[in-house]
């Protein structure tokens, strides 16, 4: 940019020629510049203001517009704005096999107040306390009172509730629908179903989320927008689960025992058809977990899952099989079953220290359930090949079933395994499993030898699995503990009609502190029918029950688990639809008559 | 002749003051002002007996206060309209001087009144709070300034105001109080632009304001929260926009009915930021088109007056203080249906509050004594034959 001077040079100079004052001039020029620059700045601000006089009448137009538009719109109930994501509410049910419901969703409203919109606060606490009786009017009344303008009164109402919580007539009282989670069976299948509870809470809706059992552990299934519509369909028979459920407290009763567990499986598909822990619990009120004491005596703790026990001489069957499978014996091999049986420092006693060798048939040992004679056996195996063996029945990992406390049940192993520990294995001592875990490996027995992966959800075609054991073997197998029932430890099995096969297993309970108790026993018979064809398995395990029928306490499995079981397949084996062999008489005679 | 050669007193041919006053006053925008308070006082009747009772007080305490201090803001408003703006100029750098010195000095001895924001000065029957009249005297300082800095050889006078500025949202900033900081920031601004703010850098600064907004969305929680409110098509109910629009919504196109309405006993602020809910429930839809039409007919009516002015800095001041008084009526009517985020600003004139009251006197005062007509020099230009 050229610049130009102040002093226009020209008229200056003549000036100066003249004997003038140049300041004259410099001035005049400088306010002829001025002039001209403000007439430029005038236009330019001329527009300008124009500009801002007519962004200001657009703004004022479109307030009084706005004004108008609210205006002639009618004023809305208020309702609060959905704020951020709205809360998917919408859980699939739950049913069992044949499509009964075991859970599903209920419309119904929870209480809030808007304290700062009540009437009267006193009147409404005083209210509200005589409806719910677990309220305290005066708190009620503090809390309606300390200046906050929201508060949640009740998460969930009956109608009843919401009825007279209606005439109450305040408007400070507020409903909210809510989707709630309802188990119409009340606990039947408590532990399978576990519990729900609102995660999400918004004045609108809450999100329902599963707490416990298959509910948590399939929680994304369940809230699945694209399957909402499907119902969950579960391996468990309703009408089974019930009969299973009554017996079994009926015979927990009786046997006094203070827990029990039934396991009702097929072994072909490894479909839990049953599945029952006692003490139970209802699932629409869950208890709070205990905060003192030994967790596994809460009504929640689920004994056929979580409950990890020795199971005692239920294990003595895989060794028998093991040991046929590898051909080092066969049902009717004599093996050394001198009791006592010294090995190193340990010394290994029979039930009773009754002695039943010197020698005993391979079907003898589990038929008598001896320990010596499972020893014997367990050292021809070998350490090793067992471990092998119980791992392949799935004895070293937790069960793969769908419960979220399922993968929390670990096996307990021993860290090391000498012989001794290989010994004390094969009758079911030393190392802990749960109830699911030993129903899993007596299915692979009954079903000729497939490994099968216990499952809740129902199946339709048989889980292919790895073949664990021979069939022949299998067979043999179960012919042995058919045997267990007719002749043998589990007399009290025998079921009119139905062929029951099966072990039992009396463990001792371990200490907390180390060591056994003489007198508190874990009962354990796992039972497999109709023996002919094995298709279910049976596993009913007792804690601390001492029958008292007799003369003296017996607390052995043949006296206590065995009784329950049997009665559970009297009233199950029907309903399953297995047809009772029924044994005709003698064929009335025929006589000729001729007349 | 005769004086000059027989030297008589002389005497200044000038007009009276009070007939030159009323023959350039801008009538019609100063009737609006007028029409307004009194608006203001009838609205008073209904939205402030709410708070004269919480405080135990006779129910129409506050519109007699009100009567008192807003008399007094008419007259300071008509006092000022009457002086030269070389006067209102003088007085306003040194109104100018005093109100930053008290706003540095409010950290020390301002109070809060439980609101968190130390924006005030108490003095027992009546509070001040001094960015109300630092406004307008920074509005008259800057135009001069920047129409200063137009001469040549003239002060760097945009730079100068500029730094002035920055000072003020500073010290305004540590209030904390954002809405009064916007306002001086876009008075600036006005005035910048009628100076002849060049369009890129305008257009750079409008970018930069839109990169900063988005850059506080994603960063400010708080800040974000605001603007999601603001967008969300639903309002909830329980907040106080939620009141304001139902009342709006309530009052329809002719009002439920003087002292019928509800809305004033839920707001808090409803005698203050929210009175044109109060206005629209009790009077409709009818009052609060008359409330906007009288804005918009004194800012509209100074910005159109003020083009005709050739003096740089009656016409920069004029505009600045028109568009900040205009803007800040926007700002409050706007948020109440919901154009605007949330944001507290008083309704000038109309909303009680009796420091605000009299600073608004100042500003339209001022205003007013910009827009008088005066002798623009058309004559010269007949003479002259320039241009425009």
Known sequence: ?595 | MTEMVYGSAPVRVTEPVLPKWWRTIDKWSMTAVLVLFGIGLLLGLAASVPLAERNGLDPFFYVQRQAIFGGLGIATMIGVSMMPPGMVRRIAVLGFMGALLSLALLPFIGTDFGKGAVRWFSFGFASVQPSEFLKPCFIILTAWLMAAAQDLNGPPGRMISFGLAVTIVLLLAIQPDFGQAALVLFGWGVVYFVAGAPMTLILVILGLVGVASVFAYNTSEHFARRIDGFLSPEVDPRTQLGYATNAIQEGGFFGVGVGEGQVKWSLPDAHTDFIIAVAAEEYGLVLVLCIIALYATIVVRSLLRLMRERDPFIRLAGAGLACIFGVQAMINMGVAVRLLPAKGMTLPFVSYGGSSVIAAGITVGALLAMTRSRPQGEIGDIFARRGR
């Open chain 1, 1 to 595: 940019m050229i610049r130009t001077p102040l002093r226009p040079l020209a008229r200056i100079l003549s000036a100066r020629a003249k004997g003038e004052n140049p300041d004259a001039i410099e001035r005049e020029n400088l306010r002829l510049r001025h002039e001209a620059m403000r007439d430029k700045a005038r236009t330019r601000a001329e527009l300008r203001l124009l500009l801002l006089g007519l962004a200001f009448f657009m703004a004022y137009g479109v307030i009084g517009a706005r004004m108008g538009l609210l205006a002639a719109s009618e004023p809305m109930e208020p309702r609060a704005a959905a704020s951020g994501a709205q809360i998917l509410s919408q859980r699939a049910d739950i049913a069992d096999r044949n499509g009964r419901i075991l859970a599903t969703n209920m419309l119904t409203h929870s209480l809030y107040a808007h304290p700062r919109d009540m009437v009267d606060p006193a009147r409404v606490a005083r209210e509200l306390a005589a409806i719910f009786p677990d309220m305290d009017a005066a708190a009620l009344e503090r809390r309606f009172t300390d200046g906050r303008s929201f508060m949640w009164i009740r998460k969930v109402l009956s109608p009843e509730q919401m009825q007279k919580v209606h005439e109450i007539g305040d408007p400070g009282l507020l409903f909210g629908p809510r989707e709630m989670r309802v188990y119409p069976n009340g606990d039947l299948a408590a532990h399978v179903l576990g519990g729900a509870s609102f995660g999400a809470e918004g004045v609108h809706s809450a999100e329902v989320i599963g707490t416990a059992g298959i509910e948590k552990a399939l929680d994304a299934r369940l809230r699945d927008p694209a399957q909402a519509g499907e119902p969950l369909m579960l391996s468990i028979d309703m009408t089974i689960q019930a009969a299973v459920e009554e017996i079994l407290g009926a015979g927990m009763q009786m046997m006094n025992a203070k827990g029990a567990a039934a396991i009702l499986m097929d072994s072909r598909t490894g479909e839990i058809l049953s599945l029952a822990s006692l003490p139970d619990f209802d699932p629409n009120d869950r208890p709070n977990p205990l905060v003192k004491g030994d967790p596994g005596d809460s009504p929640l703790f689920n004994r056929a899952v979580q409950g990890v026990y020795e199971l005692g001489s239920t294990f003595k069957i895989f060794a028998t099989a093991q040991a046929m499978e590898l051909g080092l014996v066969n049902a009717d091999t004599m093996v050394d079953a001198n009791a006592p049986m010294q090995w190193g420092k340990h010394r290994i006693k029979e039930f009773q220290n009754k002695n039943y060798g010197p020698l005993l048939s391979v079907t003898d040992v589990i038929v008598k359930s001896s320990n010596v004679g499972t020893a014997r056996l367990a050292l021809q195996i070998g350490g090793l090949r067992q471990q092998a063996f119980l791992k392949s029945l799935g004895f070293f990992d937790p069960t793969p079933l769908e419960l979220v406390e399922a993968p929390g049940a670990k096996p307990l192993l021993p860290p090391k395994w000498p012989e001794i520990v290989t010994i004390t294995t094969s009758y079911g001592h030393g190392m802990s499993a749960s109830p699911m875990h030993l129903a899993a490996a007596y299915a692979t027995i009954a079903n000729g030898g497939i490994a099968v992966k216990p499952t809740l959800l129902k199946r339709d075609t048989p889980a292919e699995g790895v073949r664990v054991l021979s069939e022949p073997v299998a067979r043999a197998s179960v012919d042995m503990l058919r045997q267990v029932v007719t002749r043998g430890t589990a007399s009290m099995a025998e079921v009119e009609g139905y062929a029951v096969a099966g072990k039992t297993g009396t463990a001792d309970k371990p200490k907390r502190t180390g060591g056994y108790y003489k007198d508190k026993v874990i009962n354990t018979f796992a039972a497999m029918f109709p023996a002919d064809d094995p298709r279910y398995v049976l596993i009913v395990t007792l804690d601390e029950p001492v029958n008292t029928m007799g003369t003296e306490p017996r607390r052995t499995a043949g006296w206590t688990a065995v009784p329950v079981a049997a009665e559970i397949i009297r009233r199950s084996a029907p309903l399953l639809g297995l047809r009772p062999v029924i044994e005709l008489g003698p064929p009335d005679g025929i006589t000729a008559v001729r007349n």
